[in-house]
């Protein structure tokens, strides 16, 4: 149970979060919604034990493990992806540590005591319970699950973009497993193959989640209950997204009734206290009457936020017809191409998505555009009079934290736009009192504005707006659709979310098998001729057809049909099978092992677990024949390979 009992934080002269008073039950999964600097991240760090609230107190069981995803991580960059997920199991390394102190003991002095052989079952035993013998495959299993491959799970941290790295920290997170996970917009990075099966494993979590988050599918499909935080209030509710909304328009009408009815009460009594107060019999009539209104408990009526950002793009200057050309565009990493003899127009006045999984190249052929990344062969032309503005995926990350929000802005400003600057903040939702604020101290959406803000302070007549809607609330989406809509000049758009595109774009781009794709025509027309329901069910891998074929190839050691990037993976997969196997045959044989030394002892029998331990050692036996063989066949396949 998580108690909130009169909670309060305030910053400044503004209340975050206005006398809270909640209990959430143990193993809730709660959607917290919210606009942009509402309090939701603030929430978040009060639980994590982060941030002490001003006013109130706030309860967690004492022993209670807690995996706090927040926005601004801080990761060690050295180790290799699989094994800076797996050092979030500090129990589990700490056992293995023990384990293998004493199996080298063991190993020198050729037997060990009584009591340190039942401490090396007790440990074996730990070992198993905490996941030992698994954790090298649930962990691959999660990376798997958030997008990595198996080439990218042996990458340092370092080498990896800051989405990926948010990636690894929430792989860490979920491997460990704690009894409260705190996710702070957890889908930001996440392409929607990598969403779906996050949701999927928090339906499957047992423990309790507080999860904050601008998407509306996401908080639907993982959680349970909604709490909504607005004007430094909290309003819990057990049930779905959708329900939530309809019920909050039933309460907020009912609200308003009660309200109205209880006014014309007030009303009608003071109309009465008035005459009988102007009459000397009935003046002390009309006291009482006047005492009884004050004590009356007043219905308040919530107030609707209804402050939302509003703005307008510059008018864009004319460019020439033809805005960008390329002509057999290729880039390659260090060996793998990643886009590949690609060709692409954009002509003044389009507005065009750019849609495909994560990983296709849309995001490296846009920063070959802009000049950021070096192509590795083909050509890029401008048309007339381009000027570009960007917004890069990760624009909120890229702010310089000790510069305040005012002197951010006047950073490359025109001089005629200076004395507009605090009005142009103000129609992205900060006030006088905000632009004198550290950008450190803001929300990732409000970052995002900030960076939004950033655009208007130049005429551009092509912007590129790599995943715009990251950490901005579902009314300011909105607000920045209609103002895509009514810019006249020509916008690229990365994105992932359906009903932002929605009627946005006139043409639809897939990046695919190293290739661009035209669809003349919205995401709903590229979906439909594509023959899927939506943006999620595209971004789902083909798992079967095809590629059943090809694993069955790949597993024959038909060298024939793979080429040499699919035959270089296969010998990395199998080298990585053998390596595991190894290691799991020599737990194993360890296991068995401590078993028979302590079988071996003439008293065994007589203990009261003796079956139980007799029918593990059998077990254990069996586990290491089938990992022998399927170390086996890997060491034969990879053979044929070679």
């Known amino acids: 149970m998580i108690d909130f009992n009169n909670i309060s934080v305030v910053y400044g002269e503004r209340y975050v979060l206005d006398r809270i008073t909640l209990s959430l039950p143990a193993g809730e999964k709660v959607g917290i919604i919210g606009k942009n600097g509402g309090g939701k991240s603030t929430l978040l760090k009060i639980v994590a034990k982060q941030l002490t609230p001003d006013e109130g107190q706030f309860s967690l069981p004492s022993e209670t493990t807690i995996g706090y995803l927040h926005q601004d991580i801080d990761i060690d960059l ?3 992806v699989i094994d800076a997920v797996k050092a979030s199991l500090k129990e589990l390394k700490e056992v293995e540590d023990k384990l293998n102190t004493l199996k080298k003991k063991a190993e020198n002095q050729g037997a060990l005591s009584d009591s340190e052989g039942m401490w090396l079952t007790e440990l074996e035993e730990r070992f198993r319970i905490l996941g030992g013998y698994t954790q090298d495959a649930e962990a691959e299993r999660i990376l798997k699950g ?16 800051g989405g990926w790295r948010m990636r690894v920290e929430l792989g860490k997170i979920l491997l460990a497993r704690p009894e409260l996970l705190l996710l702070d917009e957890p889908n930001n990075h996440l392409d929607m193959e990598s969403i779906i099966w996050l949701e999927s494993w928090l339906k499957n979590y047992e423990g309790t989640a507080l999860i904050v988050s601008h998407d509306a599918e996401f908080i639907e499909n993982a959680t349970s209950s909604v709490l909504e935080i607005t004007g430094g209030k909290a309003f819990f509710f057990k049930g779905s997204f959708a329900d939530y909304f309809q019920n909050k328009e039933i309460r907020r009408e009912n609200e308003l009734r009660t309200y109205q009815n209880q006014q014309k009460e007030i009303a009608d009594r003071q109309r009465t206290i008035d005459r009988f107060r102007a009459k000397a019999t009935k003046a002390r009539m009309a006291k009482s009457m006047e005492k009884q209104l004050q004590k009356m408990d007043r219905v308040e009526i919530e107030e609707e936020d209804s402050n939302k950002i509003r703005f307008r793009f510059q008018p864009p200057p004319r460019s020439g017809d033809i805005v960008l050309k390329a002509n057999e565009l290729s880039k390659s990493f260090d060996g793998l191409k990643v886009l590949d003899g690609v060709s692409f127009e954009l002509r003044r006045g389009e507005k065009v998505s750019l849609v495909g999984k994560n990983g296709e190249g849309k995001t490296t052929f846009i920063r070959m555009v802009i000049g950021e990344l070096e192509k590795s062969s083909g050509e890029i032309n401008y048309g007339h009079n381009v000027t570009i503005g960007y917004f890069a995926q990760d624009q909120d990350k890229l702010l310089d934290g000790d510069l305040t929000l005012l002197q951010f802005m006047e950073k490359d400003c025109p001089n005629e736009l200076r004395p507009r600057l605090r009005g142009i903040l103000g129609s992205f939702l900060f006030s006088n009192d905000d632009v004198e604020k550290k950008i450190k ?86 979906l439909e001729k594509k023959g899927k329901s939506d943006i999620r069910d595209f971004e789902k891998k083909e798992h079967r057809g095809n590629v059943q074929n090809d694993q069955e190839n790949k597993e024959s050691g038909d060298k024939t049909s793979l080429s040499q990037e699919e035959l270089f993976a296969l010998r990395k997969q199998l080298n990585r099978t053998i390596k595991y196997s190894e290691r799991t045959i020599e737990q194993l044989e360890g296991k068995i092992s401590a078993i028979e030394h302590s079988m071996s002892d003439p008293r065994f029998f007589d203990r009261t677990d003796s079956l139980k331990v007799a029918q593990e050692h059998s077990k254990l036996k069996k586990d290491l024949a089938a990992e022998t063989l399927k170390w086996e066949k890997a060491v034969e396949d990879i053979d044929r390979l070679n």
């Open 146 to 161: 958030l997008g990595f491959s198996p080439e990218d799970i042996e990458k340092k941290v370092g080498e990896l973009s």
């Open 78 to 80: 050295s180790p290799q």
């Open 441 to 526: 101290v803001l929300s990732g959406g409000e970052r995002s504005r900030l960076a939004m803000a950033k655009l208007l302070l130049k005429p551009f007549n092509l912007l590129i707006l790599d995943e715009p809607t990251n950490h901005l609330d579902i009314p300011s989406k909105e607000i920045l659709k209609q103002t895509i809509n009514q810019y006249e000049g020509t916008v690229l758009i990365v994105s992932h979310d359906r009903d932002f595109l929605r009627n946005l774009c006139v043409r639809t781009c897939e990046f695919s098998g190293k290739k661009i794709h035209n669809f003349l025509g919205d995401i709903d027309y590229f």
